[in-house]
């Protein structure tokens, strides 16, 4: 899979130290990984779950660093292209304003 951005990940796990080993693991899976649908999907990531936005677009969300972080992503399962939306962290992600 093409992932889209790395430097979003560089970025949270600079501000968050303990998540940079989680976030390079997810990195590397996915980015050797070439998923056909979400089901191909689970089977790596199991707690990985799709949840729509306030424009009623499709996210994956995996959790990661032991549920500690939500990378929050758009999958074009067709093109192999994984585009990073959002990392947050657990409170960051139940607050919300992500899905506008």
């Known amino acids: ?13 600079t501000k968050h ?3 940079e080993s989680s976030l390079n693991t997810w990195y590397k899976i996915v980015k050797k990984t070439d998923f056909s649908d979400f089901n191909d999907l ?9 949840v729509k936005n306030a424009q ?4 994956t969300v ?13 999958i074009h399962y067709n093109t192999k292209t ?7 962290t657990h409170a960051e ?3 919300g304003p992500w899905k506008r």
């Not at 899979?1 to 796990?13: S, T």
């Not at 994984?82 to 947050?88: P, S």
């Open 62 to 74: 995996f959790n990661i660093h032991g549920n500690n972080v939500r990378l929050i992503t758009a």
């Open 56 to 59: 009623d677009k499709s996210l």
């Open 17 to 19: 130290p303990n998540s």
């Open 42 to 50: 689970t089977a790596t990531f199991p707690s990985a779950d799709v």
């Open 93 to 95: 992600y139940d607050k």
């Open 82 to 88: 994984v585009y990073i939306r959002h990392i947050l």
């Open 1 to 13: 899979m093409h992932i889209i951005a790395y430097p979003m990940l560089r970025d949270f796990f």
